[in-house]
């Protein structure tokens, strides 16, 4: 039995205990960075209260630079260039901006297992599937968090993952490079990582857009759900 299947299977004998399956929402236009900190914030709450139902948030950012709990003032580089946003995500310095897709589970880890470590790496398994559903080999590496490829022979990130977990609410998450103008990483070392370059999907598979990524998204969130079951 496929893992989707299985993941429905557990969905259905579970029901009445609470709603197993998150809201899937697509902003329609780039939201600021601090504004959509404050909603995953006040959402958190909600889902850890279980007030509101748990939430996979797909948006983009305008341009912006974020800095996480492990980031050091020597991996900014050009401070001018961008809005420069402390936040309380995992992780060092990182770029948002159009092109990108950024990806929010908000989630109650509370019912889904407890396991921090398990769910980041679930987060890299359902951003390799999606992205091998669109004829990208990615995967992870000793590198660094995230998910990489090769290309030209190099080593290279596409998808950048940093978490922080509230009252067993998961929020932030990962996000993916589609057509972000990759010169706008120049205003920091990106994670930290400065012996390897970034890239993006539109450089891999051209023709290839926001969309495609998100139905493949869609397609394998089932098996991102379970792998987060006890089951």
């Known amino acids: 039995m496929s893992q989707q299947k299985r ?4 969905v259905n004998t579970q029901a009445g205990m609470h709603d197993q399956k998150p809201e899937w929402v697509v902003a329609p236009v780039p939201v600021p960075y601090a504004q ?3 909603e995953m914030e006040s959402l958190v709450e909600a889902v850890a209260a279980g ?3 748990e939430r996979i948030w797909l948006l983009e950012h305008l341009p912006v630079l974020t800095a996480g709990t492990s980031a050091h003032p020597s991996e900014l580089i050009d401070a001018d260039r961008f809005d420069v946003i402390p936040t309380g995500r995992g992780g060092r310095y990182t770029y948002h901006g159009p092109g990108q897709r950024v990806v929010y589970p908000i989630l109650n880890l509370g019912q889904r297992g407890r396991d921090v470590r ?3 790496a679930a987060l890299e398994a359902w951003a390799i599937a999606a992205l091998g559903d669109l004829g990208i080999a990615a995967f992870t590496h000793d590198a ?6 090769r290309q030209g022979g190099q080593l290279a990130k596409i998808g950048a993952i940093g978490v922080r977990v509230r009252r067993w609410t998961t929020f932030h998450g990962m996000a993916i490079n589609v ?3 990759l010169s706008h990483y120049g205003a920091i070392i ?6 390897h370059g970034v890239t993006r999907v539109s450089d891999i598979m051209n023709g290839t857009g926001m969309q495609d990524l998100d139905r493949a998204l869609a397609f394998h969130l089932p098996e991102f759900l379970f792998a987060l079951s006890d089951i």
Do not use: E, K
Not at 144 to 149: N, P, Q
């Open 144 to 149: 660094g968090t995230g998910i990489w490829v």
């Open 190 to 195: 990106p994670c930290g990582i400065s012996t």
């Open 118 to 120: 398990r769910y980041v």
């Open 36 to 38: 959509a900190v404050r």
């Open 51 to 53: 007030a509101a139902r």
């Open 179 to 181: 057509s972000t103008d």
């Open 7 to 10: 993941y429905l299977a557990h």
